[in-house]
C-alpha cells in the first residue's frame, strides 16, 4: 500500500509517526502541504510539495488521506483522487456533511472506498462498529457526546465556576478552541457529525442542515448551579431516536442526571450511547480529538483497506432520510426564568403548564439571591410532548411578572 | 452458510430468532440437542435430533455453532468440525480456556476459523475490536468487569443491603446464578475471560489456571458500606498490565472510586476499559448475558465468517505468555480488622505498616459500634508494593489483639 497525505499538520505529522513504528507495510510516497518547506526535517525521506498533482498524478500511489481540512480544495482533493482511482481516507466531517452524499455515489461508481473513522468522535471506532459488528442491528436509539471542544468549555465551566466567555478564551488559547468557535459552541459540528452517524445506522443519507440545532452559547453559570443541586451536568448531546417509523433527531444542550453514563464523560471525551434491537445498550468511550487518538484512527482505516475486506462498507441506497419533527417527541423539561419578585407570578407560570398538560416535577425559587425585585425561578417538569412544552413557554413569556426568558434544558 | 447448532437453549433460541428476522441468507441447516423432542414446535421446518452425526457428518453445513456448554462433548464436536472443514462460533470460554491453544493450532492447521465473540462479555464486541480496529495497537492496560453474576449480586448487596448469601440465593431463583455458583462467585469466570482476553491483546497464549484470582465470597455488607461512606463501590475486576516490558493479571474484588468509569456499570452489565498506546482510554459498555444479546455476539460472528474476512483473525505465534509477579505491581489497599477495643491496638498496627514502608491514607474505628469489647478499624492504604502489604498483613495477624483479619480489597 502507498498512500499520499494531504495536509501536514498534527495528525498528518502523528500517523506518519504511528506508521513509522508499526511497520506495516503502509508506505508514505508523499506528502502535500503548503508549508511543506518549513517542515522538511520532519518530512525527510519523503517527496513532498505544494502542488497537490504530486499526489493525485502518481498512479502509484492507492491511497488518499485527506487532512487539509475546509471544504473546497478537499473537495478537489477528493473528487480527483476517486476519479484517478485512489481510495480515500479523511478526517473532514465538514466535507463529508456538505458533500459526502455525491462523493460517496462517486466512489462506488468508481468502485473505491471512502473511510472516514477519523470524522466522528476521535478516536472511538463508531464507523467501524456500525458498519461491521453492527450491520444487521437496528439502531432505535442513540446518544453522544460527539464534540470535545463543548464537552470541554462544559466541564471548565462547572468544575471552576468560570463563565463561558472566559473559559471559551482559555480554551482558545490553549488550541482547544478555534478562534472563531461557532462551529463548536453553536453545535453544528456535532449536526454533522450527528448526520454521519444517522447515515450511517439508517443507510439512507441525512442533511446536516436539517437537524435542528442548539448550542452552548446561552448556557450560563447559574446553569451549571441549578443542574448541580439536582445532581445533574451540562452536556450538548446529539441525539436520535426511532419512534414509530420515525427517524427524530437533534443537537442540543441538556441536563443529564448522575445515572446516565454521560455524566462521568469530562473535558474533551467523547461517548456514544446506543441501543440495538437485539444487542441491548452500549457505550463507546474514548478520546475525541488529539493528535495521535485522530492519526490511530485514520492509520486503523488504512489497515482496514489493507485489508482488502471492502465488502463491509455501507452502501447508500440512494435516498435521502426523511427526519421527523422533533417536536412530536417527549421529554421532561428544566426552565429558568428571571421573574418580577412578587405574589402570584408562580400561579400564573403554574396555570400555563397545566392548561398545557404540563405536570410539574418541582420548582425552585431563591428569594434570598434576589437582586432590584427580581428573582430566578426554576421549574422542572415531568415528560410530555415537546411541542406543548414550547406553547407553554409562548404563553408563559407573555406574562408581564416575566423579566426575562432565561433558558429551557430537556432533561435525559 | 449453511449453520448447524449444537445446543438449542436460551442462546440457541434467540439466534434462530435473529436468524429468521435479518434473512441475511443463513441457513440453520440442522440442529442438535439432547431434549429435541421436546422443542419440535420452535424447530418446526428444521432438521433435528440429539445425534451429532446429523450436523458433523453432513458436508453442505460449512459452519458449527457450539452453544452446548460443558467441556467434554463440546470439544469433540469442535475438534471434529474443524477436522471436517467446518468453521466454529462458540460461546463456551470454559473451553476455549481450557483448550483453546490446541483448538486454535487445529483450526489453523485446517485453514479454518473460530469466532468467539460471545464468549467474552457478553454483547460487547471486544473480541472483533482487539483483532481488528486495535490488532497493531499496544494495549498496555486493560481493567474490565466481565462477570455479569458476580456484577449482579454486588449491586443487590450494595442497594437491597442483604447479606451475600441471601442475594445469592435470590440471583439464584430468577436464573441468574448457578446451582453450582462456585465458577462465577469465585471468580473462575473472569479468569477464563481474561486469559482470552490477554491472549488476544499479547498474541500469546495465557493459561488461564496461572492467572491470580479471589472471588467476592469475603465481601461482606459492612465492606459495602465503609465502601459507600468513601464514595466507592465493589466490583470483581479482571485486571491487565504490561509494566516494564512484564505482563501482569488477575481477578479481584476491588474499591472502585466513583471517579472511576467501572463505578457506574451496575447489575449484570459488563465492561472493558483499555488503553492504547496511541488511541488513548477506551471503554466499551454493555449487556453481559441474556438470551438476545449474547445470541446476537454469535450472529454477528457468523456474519464475519460470511464476509469471507478471514485474513483478521489473530494467529497465536504458537509460544505461551510469561505472566508476570503481580506481587510486585502497586496498589493502594483498603483493610478491615476486627479487634480488641483497647488502648495501643492502632499504634502497633501502624507501627508495623510503617515498618512495611506502607504510608497510611486514613484509619476509621466505629467504637459505638463496638460488640463485647471488638472494634472494626478501616484502614486505606496509599499505593504500595503489593508484596509490601502482604508481608505487613502476616504480621498484623499475629498481633494479639487482632481478633479477625476480615478482608483486604486493592483500590483502584
Known amino acids: 500500500m502507498r498512500i499520499g497525505i494531504f ?187 450527528l448526520a454521519l452517524l444517522v447515515s450511517l445506522v439508517t443507510g439512507k443519507w441525512v442533511e446536516a442542515k436539517n437537524i435542528q440545532v442548539r448550542g452552548i452559547t446561552e448556557v450560563t453559570q447559574q446553569d451549571m448551579q441549578w443542574a448541580e443541586r439536582f445532581a445533574n451536568r451540562i452536556r450538548l448531546v446529539a441525539e436520535y431516536d426511532f419512534i414509530d417509523n420515525q427517524h427524530f433527531m437533534h443537537v442540543t444542550p441538556a441536563l443529564v442526571s448522575e445515572k446516565n453514563v454521560l455524566y462521568d464523560i469530562e473535558y474533551e471525551n467523547n461517548a456514544i450511547l446506543f441501543h440495538g434491537e437485539y444487542s441491548g445498550e452500549h457505550l463507546f468511550m474514548g478520546k475525541g480529538a488529539g493528535k495521535f487518538p485522530t492519526a490511530f484512527s485514520v492509520y486503523s482505516d488504512l489497515l482496514h483497506l489493507q485489508s482488502e475486506n471492502t465488502k463491509l462498507r455501507l452502501e447508500y441506497d440512494g435516498s435521502y432520510l426523511a427526519i421527523g419533527d422533533i417536536a412530536q417527541t417527549s421529554s421532561a423539561f428544566y426552565l429558568r426564568l428571571r421573574v418580577k419578585d412578587q405574589p402570584g407570578v408562580l400561579a400564573a407560570i403554574a396555570q400555563i403548564l397545566g392548561n398545557c398538560a404540563l405536570s410539574i416535577a418541582s420548582v425552585h425559587q431563591d428569594h434570598s439571591a434576589a437582586i432590584q425585585g427580581e428573582v430566578d425561578v426554576v421549574i422542572h417538569t415531568h415528560a410530555a410532548k415537546r411541542s406543548a412544552f414550547y406553547t407553554a413557554l409562548q404563553e408563559i413569556q407573555k406574562l408581564k411578572s416575566i423579566v426575562l426568558h432565561q433558558i429551557y434544558l430537556p432533561v435525559l
Open 7 to 193: 495536509g501536514f499538520g498534527t495528525v498528518g505529522q502523528g500517523l506518519l509517526q504511528i506508521l513509522r513504528e508499526k511497520k506495516s507495510g503502509i508506505e508514505v510516497a508523499a506528502v502535500v502541504d503548503r508549508s511543506f518547506q518549513r517542515k522538511s526535517e520532519l518530512l525527510r525521506g519523503i517527496k513532498a510539495s505544494a502542488d497537490k498533482d504530486l499526489i493525485l498524478k502518481d498512479s502509484s500511489i492507492d491511497t488518499v488521506v485527506e487532512l487539509m481540512g475546509g471544504i473546497d480544495d478537499a473537495l478537489y482533493v477528493v473528487r480527483t483522487a476517486l476519479d484517478n482511482g485512489k481510495n480515500v481516507v479523511t478526517a473532514n466531517k465538514a466535507l463529508l456533511a456538505e458533500h459526502g452524499y455525491s462523493l460517496f455515489q462517486l466512489a462506488e461508481r468508481n468502485g473505491r472506498i471512502i473511510c472516514y473513522e477519523a470524522a466522528i468522535a476521535g478516536a472511538i471506532p463508531i464507523v467501524r462498529n456500525i458498519e461491521a459488528v453492527f450491520r444487521n442491528e437496528r439502531i432505535t436509539r442513540l446518544m453522544g457526546i460527539v464534540n470535545g471542544t463543548t464537552n470541554y468549555i462544559l466541564t471548565r465551566m462547572r468544575k471552576d465556576r468560570m463563565p463561558y466567555g472566559d473559559v471559551l478564551e482559555a480554551a482558545q488559547k490553549s488550541g482547544l478552541a478555534e478562534a472563531d468557535p461557532t462551529l463548536d459552541v453553536g453545535g453544528y459540528d456535532a449536526q454533522q457529525k
